[in-house]
């Protein structure tokens, strides 16, 4: 457990099997023996023992809240355990519990890109089987944490002498969170920042790349000292941070519009002009990020589409 101020840990749990660079972060809250974590993390068991030992690792702590900023399963699938084990309230946006308890049934998207659950073991790539596997249980058991506390933009939460506001910042997500901890100006980002990196913005209606930058400013303007992310490191500089993102995307669609420009017509052309070299446990992810751009630049007037998917056809121009 890692202080990131002096209400504020880290509880870091390294997961092998993680395709990505960063696991899910989850961050504790406490004071005056109350507590509260931000987001939940995996249920398997190495993730829920770690968190549990650190748990029972302070002196007194009652876990009041278990705040979900958003309901990809590398967020929630660890809430519904964790609150049997504790006696916690799972909180989250009114707009985010619907989407959680369909998950398990649809193909929502979510941050880590698998193939169906109905494809054949032959279909998988190499080496994904075992995710796609992992996938389709912890959509369960992200299912089964369902809120006992729904909240919406500017409610807040007590925990001990603290105040917890609710910031609503839809994009990575429809009803996505960004809590921020009044008492030394926190913000927990969850994944509309990552540490390092960008984010996943899926196309409407799982996301909106609109909406998105339209959260980044509006998270911009708590003028936070520090932002815990939902992946990667702890932010010191969370003003700057939010900026570059914001001309990190601004830099995205001028270049989508010039590659359209000279030729690159179709969604799945721009994908391999963009990102040569992926994992191909992220082609989708990258497949969503142009097209949530696309959508973003049609609501402007900037770009047209025809046609669905990788094999959407672009034209610059409304």
Not at 179 to 186: A, I, M, N, R, T
């Amino acid at each position: 457990m890692e202080e990131v101020t002096p209400h504020v840990y880290s509880l870091d749990v390294k997961i092998d099997w993680f395709p990505q660079p960063f696991p899910p972060n989850v961050h504790l809250i406490m004071d005056g023996g109350e507590g509260a974590l931000i987001d939940a993390g995996f249920p398997d068991d190495e993730s829920f023992n770690t968190r549990m030992e650190w748990l029972r690792g302070v002196p007194g702590l009652k876990l009041k809240y278990i705040v979900i900023t958003h309901h990809h399963f590398d967020h929630s699938s660890g809430a519904a355990k964790l609150r049997d084990a504790t006696g916690a309230k799972i909180v989250m946006h009114k707009d985010e519990e619907p989407i959680l308890k369909r998950s398990a049934k649809e193909e929502i998207p979510s941050d880590m890109d698998v193939p169906k659950r109905g494809d054949s073991g032959k279909d998988v790539p190499e080496g994904v089987k075992e995710w796609v596997e992992r996938t389709a249980l912890w959509r369960k058991e992200a299912a089964e944490a369902g809120a006992d506390v729904l909240v919406s933009d500017n409610d807040t939460l007590s925990i001990g002498g603290l105040t917890l506001r609710i910031v609503h910042s839809p994009g990575h997500t429809a009803g996505h969170i960004s809590p921020f901890l009044e008492e030394g100006k926190v913000l927990f980002a969850g994944d509309n920042v990552l540490g390092m990196g960008t984010t996943v913005v899926p196309p409407p209606p799982h996301g909106d790349m609109f909406d998105y930058i339209a959260s980044l400013k509006k998270m911009q303007a708590l003028n936070a000292e520090v932002m815990c992310c939902g992946h990667g490191p702890v932010v010191r500089e969370p003003n700057r941070k939010l900026q570059e993102l914001i001309d990190h995307r601004q830099e995205r669609e001028e270049q989508i519009l010039a590659l359209v420009g000279e030729g690159r017509d179709t969604v799945k052309s721009l994908v391999k002009a963009i990102y040569p070299e992926l994992d191909k446990r992220i082609i989708g992810m990258a497949t969503s990020q142009v097209l949530s751009h696309l959508s973003k630049l049609e609501r402007e007037g900037r770009a047209r589409t025809k046609g669905k998917g990788a094999e959407m056809w672009v034209e610059v121009g409304g």
